[in-house]
């Protein structure tokens, strides 16, 4: 079975410019989860889906950030205007059920110089 | 929200030496996960382990929901095992998962 995979590994844009991470959970995961961790410190939740709705967003840092899972699948994280701060890594996980294990991607590591 | 402390945030040892991690909670949880981050930053699942006490190789976990902490020992250490290491909490009413700030470890030769 594959595990969740995230494209790319790494992107290093300017600020100012879009960035549109993606994630490709594990087949057959309802939910889909979305975290960061910026400058060295924990690593937060953003977002989750089920299926393709999404159920909780309060982790969403502004108005800059669009999350989407069109058809219940993949799912995509846009930053539009990227700002310096956003530098970090973004990480993806799934879970079959809404309280089971997450399995987490390698992470897209963001540098937005 | 929940409030999760791990110690000690930096640790430094030796090849062959073994150590003890601690992750502290401030409320009842229905899941707790311990990940490895390894230099190339990705997560690795170590366990999931909402209560009890689970084994793999040299990596074993115990935690204790009654007394809100978990520990992740790692014995006979190898310089593989250098990262930082988190720990996660999922809430009794949420679906995300809350984070530690994580503890580094460095194993040298």
């Known amino acids: 079975e594959a595990g969740v995979t995230q494209f790319p590994s790494h992107s290093v844009i300017e600020k100012g410019q879009t960035v549109t991470l993606r994630c490709d959970p594990i087949?057959?995961?309802?939910?889909l989860y979305w975290y960061r961790r910026v400058m060295g410190k924990e690593i937060k939740f953003l977002l989750h889906?089920?299926?393709?709705?999404?159920?909780?967003e309060s982790g969403m840092p502004n108005n800059r950030f669009l999350a989407e899972r069109t058809g219940g699948t993949y799912s995509t994280l846009k930053v539009q205007p990227a700002e310096l701060e956003d530098s970090g890594v973004y990480f993806c996980?799934?879970?079959?059920?809404?309280?089971?294990?997450?399995?987490f991607g390698p992470g897209t590591r963001l540098l937005v110089l | 929200g929940i409030q999760v402390e791990q110690s000690p945030p930096d640790l430094i040892l030796q090849e062959g030496a073994n150590s003890t991690l601690r992750c502290n909670f401030s409320d009842s949880v229905n899941n707790l996960q311990w990940f490895h981050q390894n230099p190339w930053g990705q997560l690795i699942n170590l366990f999931y382990?909402?209560?009890g006490t689970k084994q793999n190789g040299r990596l074993s976990a115990t935690t204790v929901a009654t007394e809100r902490y978990s520990l992740l020992y790692i014995s006979s250490s190898q310089t593989t095992d250098s990262g930082v290491y988190f720990c996660?909490?999922?809430?009794?009413?949420?679906?995300?998962?809350?984070f530690g700030e994580g503890t580094q470890l460095t194993v040298n030769p």
């Open positions: 087949s057959g995961h309802d939910n």
């Open positions: 382990i909402p209560s």
């Open positions: 996660a909490v999922l809430e009794t009413s949420g679906s995300r998962l809350t």
């Open positions: 996980a799934s879970s079959r059920g809404l309280q089971e294990t997450q399995y």
């Open positions: 889906f089920v299926k393709e709705s999404k159920q909780d």
